[in-house]
């Protein structure tokens, strides 16, 4: 099982990106899949996470109404389409996934992990 996340970039604040994390494995896409995002010297933090067949989701406070996440199972892609982008959203983005069924915020949760990719918003 792995994940590959991608789409980072830099991108004036005020901006949008869309990030991307690629799936293997049949089963594996309809695992709960997460975004969290970290920067240096701090722990990783919860940004939006989806149920298995996409029909619920959940942000965190800081994203909410900026940020959406989707998936699509056929593909085993799940996104973040980031719009109205912050400098305070500078990070690395990791893309997660858990076989459990409950909408969790905690990294622990999450069993696969992708190799994270850099987004950098200047003010």
């Known amino acids: 099982v792995q994940l590959q996340a991608s789409g980072g970039g830099l991108v004036q604040a005020g901006g949008s990106l869309k990030l991307s994390c690629v799936g293997s494995?049949?089963?594996?896409?309809?695992?709960?899949k997460a975004w969290f995002r970290q920067l240096r010297g701090k722990e990783r933090e919860f940004v939006a996470v989806?149920?298995?067949?996409?029909?619920?989701?959940d942000y965190a406070d800081s994203v909410k109404g900026r940020f959406t996440i989707s998936r699509d199972n056929a593909e085993n892609t799940v996104w973040l389409q980031m719009n109205s982008l912050k400098p305070e959203d500078t990070a690395v983005y990791y893309c997660?996934?858990?076989?459990?069924?409950?909408?969790?915020?905690?990294?622990?949760?999450?069993?696969?992990w992708g190799q994270g990719t850099l987004v950098t918003s200047p003010a």
């Open positions: 989806i149920s298995g067949h996409g029909r619920n989701a």
């Open positions: 494995g049949r089963t594996f896409s309809m695992y709960t």
């Open positions: 997660a996934a858990s076989r459990e069924f409950s909408l969790s915020n905690n990294p622990s949760d999450y069993t696969y």
